[in-house]
């Protein structure tokens, strides 16, 4: 399994500090997240789910803690709309270029909002995928926020 990803390619270019964590990936897991957080030993709750959503038809990237669901009603709100629904799994791979279930926030293809619930500035660090199954980057959340220009507010 590669280390290397446009994930970590985008983080080193930005001089972000980062580790990548793997694990084995189960892709029969019913919450991807919940299996990462347990095969990395760490609790759910800094263990953030990559997930894309429209907001009024907009694509929206939303990072929430993997025990926690999304919202819909405070996603919108988050992002000045009026109704928010999740992308399909294929329109969420042809439009970010990863895998379900390796979908990172960093190296899209296109770049979009994003949203991280204001739980995960609760941690020092949390992890997000790494553009990879199998593989997740442990970092700051205020360094994540910046790079991608994202905003916290609550979701859950």
């Known amino acids: 399994m590669s280390k290397t990803t446009r994930a970590t390619l985008t983080l080193?270019?930005?001089?972000?500090?980062?580790?990548?964590?793997?694990?084995?990936?189960?892709?029969?897991?019913?919450?991807?997240?919940?299996?990462?957080?347990e095969s990395l030993g760490v609790p759910p709750g800094r263990v953030l789910k990559t997930l894309m959503a429209r907001v009024d038809g907009k694509a929206v990237c939303v990072l929430v803690p993997a025990d926690r669901e999304v919202s819909m009603k405070k996603l919108a709100a988050a992002c000045g709309g009026k109704a928010a629904q999740m992308m399909r799994p294929r329109d969420a791979e042809r439009f970010t270029g990863y895998h379900v279930g390796g979908i990172s926030p960093f190296g899209q293809r296109k770049a979009v909002p994003v949203v991280m619930d204001e739980a995960a500035l609760a941690h020092k660090r949390v992890f997000v995928n790494g553009g990879q199954r199998g593989v997740q980057i442990e970092l700051a959340p205020g360094d994540a926020l910046r790079l991608l220009n994202g905003r916290a507010a609550p979701l859950t």
């Not at 964590?21 to 019913?30: F, G, K």
């Open 12 to 37: 080193d270019k930005a001089g972000i500090a980062y580790a990548v964590r793997t694990y084995d990936y189960d892709p029969h897991a019913e919450r991807i997240g919940l299996q990462a957080a």
